[in-house]
């Protein structure tokens, strides 16, 4: 089985810290992502990554940042943490470059930012 | 129009009977689809993908592509209580890099009565 863990299930910040979020996949797989959830907005990417050191933004990338040093390790930065960034965060990958592959989610991460 | 449109609920169903859950997309989106479940709390998990026209089937569950009505549904048959959840649609964005992205609809909240 796909298997994506993530860091932490809760976190709490705050304001103007420096957050790291960490994410690993165990399937060598290329694409890794990372999502926020929040209620009435549904899932919005923020980052996404197809390979080791790659990164493209997603829809909403303003106040992240990522890295990706390692194939099955993609880490989401929020380097001055506001309140506004309150979410539950949600990563996950795929195994394929083309074709829209599915996608296969870690638990989640809900992070308050007081 | 946004990318993935889907009635937000509740839909609420007997147990026994068929749910149908409904999606539209914008031209922006294509090639392949998905539907995933949530639970409260928890993270998406994928219950089925259609990439052609026509019918896919598994188990009580059938996925419906329409590419030229821009249209996905999906059927749960004998709905049980354990189907209550939020059921997320997804496709694929445009080619190239683009198609490593899902872009989500903001979910349907399904409740099945006993």
């Known amino acids: 089985d796909v298997k994506v863990t993530q860091s932490s299930r809760y976190l709490v910040k705050r304001t103007g810290e420096k957050v790291f979020l960490e994410c690993v996949q165990d399937m060598d797989h290329e694409n890794m992502f990372w999502y926020r959830q929040d209620p009435g907005l549904g899932l919005r990417l923020i980052y996404f990554?197809?390979?080791?050191?790659?990164?493209e933004k997603g829809d909403i990338p303003e106040g992240y940042s990522v890295s990706r040093e390692k194939k099955e390790r993609f880490s989401l930065i929020l380097e001055s943490a506001s309140t506004n960034q309150t979410s539950m965060y949600l990563c996950?990958?795929?195994?394929?470059?083309?074709?829209?592959?599915?996608?296969?989610f870690g638990p989640g991460t809900r992070l308050t930012v007081l | 129009q946004k990318e993935v449109e889907q009635n937000s609920g509740p839909l609420s169903v007997p147990e026994g009977a068929i749910a149908s859950l409904n999606c539209t997309y914008s031209?922006?989106?294509?090639?392949?689809f998905f539907w995933y479940r949530q639970y409260s709390g928890k993270s998406p998990e994928l219950i089925m993908s259609?990439?052609?026209?026509g019918d896919k089937e598994d188990g009580r569950f059938t996925a419906q592509l329409n590419k030229a009505s821009q249209y996905v549904s999906l059927l749960i048959r004998d709905s049980q209580p354990s189907d209550s959840a939020t059921y997320l649609c997804a496709g694929t964005r445009g080619s190239g890099a683009g198609s490593y992205q899902l872009t989500f609809g903001k979910g349907t909240k399904l409740s099945v009565i006993p």
């Open positions: 031209d922006r989106v294509s090639q392949s």
């Open positions: 259609i990439y052609s026209n």
């Open positions: 990554s197809y390979d080791v050191k790659m990164k």
């Open positions: 996950a990958s795929s195994p394929n470059l083309a074709g829209g592959d599915t996608q296969y």
